[in-house]
T-cell receptor
Framework: NAGVTQTPKFRILKIGQSMTLQCTQD?????MYWYRQDPGMGLKLIYY???????DKGEVPNGYNVSRSTTEDFPLRLELAAPSQTSVYFC?????????????FGQGTRLTVV | AQTVTQSQPEMSVQEAETVTLSCTYD???????LFWYKQPPSRQMILVIR??????QNATENRFSVNFQKAAKSFSLKISDSQLGDAAMYFC???????????FGTGTRLTIIP
């Protein structure tokens, strides 16, 4: 199993550009998440999804959009990139309803906005 | 909203010694999960250990064990026989039952001294 796969691993954007961070999982997990991790900080939730067609905002959703058209994929879109969006982005997934189920994380995308 | 507090930004320990990382959390729920994740320089988030709040017994995984004090809302991680490969950022995380969002602390950077 590949688990959670994120692409790209690194990206540099110019202010005002847009991009999509891709995330796919092959574990048939219903919950998927996007987190950002700023230097020296913990992970903050941007958006999450409880299943295909359903998304909801987390702590820090401004400047981002998501969609969930399939169980496997949960892309994160940045419109009009700003320097404040320089961060490491993690996608994660988990299975609701199973006790003690851990969240599985992708390897992260380091994004720099200049 | 739930909060997770890690009051030790940095810790260091001699190789082969024991170290304890602290975590406290705030919740009004009675059933939830607690996790410790390790993040080495590779950025990968790796689950170290999990605890279910309804279980009184403290979880153990080889050299890793927790001291779960539910009334005090405390969840510390003990690493015995510290090894060089234990050097990493360690994050404490909380998750409610039925609301699968993970809330993270700000992390503790652990250094192992040879």
């Amino acid at each position: 199993n590949a688990g959670v796969t994120q692409t790209p691993k690194f990206r540099i954007l110019k202010i005002g550009q847009s991009m999509t961070l891709q995330c796919t999982q092959d574990m048939n997990h219903n919950y998927m998440y996007w987190y950002r991790q700023d230097p020296g900080m913990g992970l903050k939730l941007i958006y999450y999804s409880v299943g295909a067609g359903i998304t909801d905002k987390g702590e820090v959703p401004n400047g981002y959009n998501v969609s969930r058209s399939t169980t496997e994929d949960f892309p994160l879109r940045l419109e009009l990139a700003a320097p404040s969006q320089t961060s490491v982005y993690f996608c994660a997934s988990t299975l609701q309803g199973a006790r003690s189920t851990e969240a599985f994380f992708g390897q992260g995308t380091r994004l720099t906005v200049v | 909203a739930q909060t997770v507090t890690q009051s030790q930004p940095e810790m260091s320990v001699q190789e082969a010694e024991t170290v304890t990382l602290s975590c406290t959390y705030d919740t009004s729920e009675s059933d939830y999960y607690l996790f410790w994740y390790k993040q080495p320089p590779s950025r990968q988030m790796i689950l170290v250990i999990r605890q279910e709040a309804y279980k009184q017994q403290n979880a153990t995984e080889n050299r890793f064990s927790v001291n779960f004090q539910k009334a005090a809302k405390s969840f510390s991680l003990k690493i015995s026989d510290s090894q060089l490969g234990d050097a990493a950022m360690y994050f404490c995380a909380y998750r409610e039952i039925g609301n699968e969002k993970l809330t993270f602390g700000t992390g503790t950077r652990l250094t192992i001294i040879p």
